[in-house]
């Protein structure tokens, strides 16, 4: 894919310990969203087909602290009173089945009592901590949840995150969480079919319901197909770039640009 970049004029990649910066390690593209800390607003964006992208000169110099998502991944919710040392890996296995050589984390979820158990790909982890050996890894579910969460007030709200061939799905009203699952999907019609499933599992209406779409892979026709069944969509980010082009949108990047809220 062709790589590129934005940032907003007033953005300092020399800035000593001034940034936030999330990265997003998808399947075919790697991406980095710097974050100015005094007012948690992007600053600098850049992406790319591999990792050199984390080698570009507007990446920030001296961020105060690094976080990053790999795609793809494995990962549940498991409520606090049910998880119990060492049990990790039997609560992953028992919802995903084989799992992928990696090392199996935890993620706290303070507004649900719950952990989100995850396991990324081995090689992909390896390579950011190599780059930057004091990030924090995060696991999509969890930076969705919370995101679905502070999005969800006055109606019920369902967020979207498209990948290379599944969509992550949370859905939340009043910052309560009622969905957080994955499905498998190749199609546009596969899509569809899985968010309006998501939805009447968690009693929304089309015509009652928000939904926030973004992900790495969302294409144009998969948007107007959504816009189609569900009136009230809109972009998961609806910030612009100086000098995007007008195709260009931000909720590409939702699974970087979102991770701040978890970590600050």
Same mark, same amino acid.
């Given at each position: 894919?062709?790589?590129?970049?934005?940032?907003?004029?007033?953005?300092?990649?020399t800035s000593d310990r001034g940034h936030h910066l999330a990265i997003l390690v998808g399947q075919g593209?790697?991406?980095?969203?710097?974050?100015?800390?005094?007012?948690?607003?992007?600053?600098?964006?850049?992406?790319?087909?591999?990792?050199?992208?984390?080698?570009?000169?507007?990446?920030?110099?001296?961020?105060?602290?690094?976080?990053?998502?790999?795609?793809?991944?494995?990962?549940?919710?498991?409520?606090?009173?049910?998880?119990?040392?060492?049990?990790?890996?039997?609560?992953?296995?028992?919802?995903?089945?084989?799992?992928?050589?990696?090392?199996?984390?935890?993620?706290?979820?303070?507004?649900?009592?719950?952990? %989100?158990?995850?396991? =990324?790909?081995?090689?992909? @982890? *390896?390579?950011? /901590?190599? +780059?930057?050996?004091?990030?924090? &890894?995060?696991?999509?579910?969890?930076?969705?949840?919370?995101?679905?969460?502070?999005?969800?007030?006055?109606?019920?709200?369902?967020?979207?995150?498209?990948?290379?061939?599944?969509?992550?799905?949370?859905?939340?009203?009043?910052?309560?969480?009622?969905?957080?699952?994955?499905?498998?999907?190749?199609?546009?019609?596969?899509?569809?079919?899985?968010?309006?499933?998501?939805?009447?599992?968690?009693?929304?209406?089309?015509?009652?319901?928000?939904?926030? %779409?973004?992900?790495? =892979?969302?294409?144009?026709? @998969? *948007?107007?197909? /959504?816009? +189609?069944?569900?009136?009230?969509? &809109?972009?998961?980010?609806?910030?612009?770039?100086?000098?995007?082009?007008?195709?260009?949108?931000?909720?590409?990047?939702?699974?970087?640009?979102?991770?701040?809220?978890?970590?600050?």
């Amino acid at each position: 894919m062709e790589g590129g970049s934005r940032r907003v004029t007033s953005y300092d990649p020399t800035s000593d310990r001034g940034h936030h910066l999330a990265i997003l390690v998808g399947q075919g593209v790697v991406a980095w969203v710097a974050h100015d800390l005094r007012t948690s607003a992007p600053g600098a964006l850049a992406w790319g087909a591999d990792m050199a992208i984390l080698e570009h000169a507007t990446l920030p110099k001296h961020p105060r602290s690094v976080s990053f998502v790999s795609l793809p991944e494995w990962s549940t919710l498991v409520p606090d009173g049910a998880l119990y040392p060492g049990d990790e890996e039997q609560h992953l296995a028992l919802i995903h089945g084989e799992l992928p050589a990696g090392q199996v984390r935890d993620e706290p979820v303070r507004t649900l009592g719950a952990s %989100c158990i995850y396991v =990324h790909e081995e090689l992909a @982890e *390896r390579q950011v /901590l190599e +780059r930057f050996p004091n990030a924090r &890894a995060l696991p999509l579910q969890a930076v969705l949840v919370q995101s679905a969460q502070q999005r969800s007030n006055g109606r019920p709200l369902v967020l979207v995150h498209r990948g290379a061939d599944r969509v992550d799905i949370a859905i939340a009203h009043d910052q309560e969480l009622l969905l957080s699952n994955s499905y498998p999907a190749r199609t546009p019609e596969d899509l569809l079919y899985f968010c309006l499933l998501a939805m009447e599992r968690c009693g929304c209406s089309p015509e009652d319901t928000l939904l926030h %779409c973004g992900g790495t =892979h969302l294409t144009g026709i @998969e *948007r107007d197909l /959504l816009q +189609r069944y569900l009136p009230h969509m &809109a972009s998961a980010n609806p910030f612009r770039w100086p000098g995007a082009a007008l195709h260009e949108h931000a909720d590409r990047w939702l699974a970087a640009m979102d991770q701040l809220a978890c970590v600050s």
